[in-house]
């Protein structure tokens, strides 16, 4: 581990006032931790977030329900607002990791972060999420750019993630039994005028599975997909599970989320 300052930040200016392209603003640490002990990352300095007030909470207003960035995932299971506003996005949060990820973790953390596996991406863009930075608000859509990359400047803080509250909304995942990151995950939303399906695991990073939602939006039942063929080109193979197999499980995953969906 190389050395680094620690800081704690009081508020939103304090912090980004330290931050830099050297920097890394720490949440729950359940990646950035790891990575700086494996060497896999260094920083010059560490921003301590969790005691900044105004980045934690759960506020339902209108048809949106929004999440403060520092709002671990344990909190986000075990919120009454999120279970009767988005039932799915409480069940999401509750399968992430293990308790210790989940007391630790947070959600501004999960998409910064944007590792290819995770559940919090796939929310956001079947749920038409907004995010909420310190200077700018992203579309969920043009948020997630690649592998590990998102639209976020350097020093830019995630403050808060809005979403769009849907009719109806299932994600159904397949965890790798040893971490419970999503070897793929299907989120299906309904909204009045349109059905959306964002696909995680399956890629090098997350994605809306077009050919799917224009067979939802037209007939929102698990059978109408039964005559699909997914095309197994740019989906990862590795050894948990081959692109095929990949290909299978977006299928299988997408028919049980419209079956389970409310
Ligand atoms: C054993 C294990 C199992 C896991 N299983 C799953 C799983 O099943 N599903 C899943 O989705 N995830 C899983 N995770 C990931 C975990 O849930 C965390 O969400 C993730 O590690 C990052 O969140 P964090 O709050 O710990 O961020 P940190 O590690 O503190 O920070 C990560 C990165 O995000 C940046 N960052 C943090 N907060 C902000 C902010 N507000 N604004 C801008 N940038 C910010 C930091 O600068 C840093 O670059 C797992 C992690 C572990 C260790």
Redesign the pocket.
Same mark, same amino acid.
């Given at each position: 581990m190389k050395n680094f300052s620690y800081h704690t930040a009081k508020n939103i200016k304090e912090a980004t006032k330290l931050a830099s392209s050297k920097t890394?603003?720490?949440?729950?640490?359940?990646?950035?931790?790891?990575a700086i002990k494996l060497r896999m990352a260094a920083y010059s300095d560490l921003i301590d977030?969790k005691k900044i007030k105004d980045?934690t909470g759960i506020k339902v207003s209108g048809k949106t329900l929004k999440i403060g !960035?520092?709002t671990k995932?344990a909190d986000v299971a075990s919120s009454k607002e999120v279970k009767k506003s988005i039932a799915s996005l409480s069940s999401l949060a509750d399968?992430?990791?293990?308790p210790q990820?989940?007391n630790?973790?947070?959600i501004?953390?999960?998409i910064?972060?944007n590792?290819p596996?995770?559940?919090?991406p796939a929310a956001c863009l079947a749920l038409n999420a907004n995010i909420h930075?310190s200077s700018r608000k992203i579309e969920s859509s043009k948020f997630f750019k690649g592998m590990f990359e998102t639209a976020?400047k350097s020093g830019?803080?995630?403050?808060s993630v809005e979403f769009q509250i849907p009719e109806k909304s299932c994600y159904v995942k397949f965890?790798n039994p040893a971490?419970?990151? !999503?070897i793929v995950g299907v989120y299906v939303a309904k909204f009045k005028s349109e059905v959306n399906v964002a696909v995680t695991g399956a890629k090098s990073y997350v994605f809306r599975c077009e050919e799917i939602e224009k067979i939802l939006s037209k007939n929102f039942s698990e059978s109408s997909l039964n005559s699909l063929n997914l095309k197994t080109s740019g989906l990862n193979a590795d050894i948990h599970a081959s692109a095929d197999y990949r290909a299978h499980l977006i299928l299988t995953l997408a028919k049980k989320a419209v079956a389970s969906c409310k």
């Amino acid at each position: 581990m190389k050395n680094f300052s620690y800081h704690t930040a009081k508020n939103i200016k304090e912090a980004t006032k330290l931050a830099s392209s050297k920097t890394a603003y720490l949440a729950g640490g359940m990646t950035t931790l790891p990575a700086i002990k494996l060497r896999m990352a260094a920083y010059s300095d560490l921003i301590d977030i969790k005691k900044i007030k105004d980045l934690t909470g759960i506020k339902v207003s209108g048809k949106t329900l929004k999440i403060g !960035a520092t709002t671990k995932h344990a909190d986000v299971a075990s919120s009454k607002e999120v279970k009767k506003s988005i039932a799915s996005l409480s069940s999401l949060a509750d399968g992430i990791g293990d308790p210790q990820v989940r007391n630790r973790g947070t959600i501004g953390g999960s998409i910064a972060n944007n590792d290819p596996s995770a559940d919090y991406p796939a929310a956001c863009l079947a749920l038409n999420a907004n995010i909420h930075t310190s200077s700018r608000k992203i579309e969920s859509s043009k948020f997630f750019k690649g592998m590990f990359e998102t639209a976020l400047k350097s020093g830019e803080l995630i403050q808060s993630v809005e979403f769009q509250i849907p009719e109806k909304s299932c994600y159904v995942k397949f965890p790798n039994p040893a971490s419970r990151y !999503a070897i793929v995950g299907v989120y299906v939303a309904k909204f009045k005028s349109e059905v959306n399906v964002a696909v995680t695991g399956a890629k090098s990073y997350v994605f809306r599975c077009e050919e799917i939602e224009k067979i939802l939006s037209k007939n929102f039942s698990e059978s109408s997909l039964n005559s699909l063929n997914l095309k197994t080109s740019g989906l990862n193979a590795d050894i948990h599970a081959s692109a095929d197999y990949r290909a299978h499980l977006i299928l299988t995953l997408a028919k049980k989320a419209v079956a389970s969906c409310k």
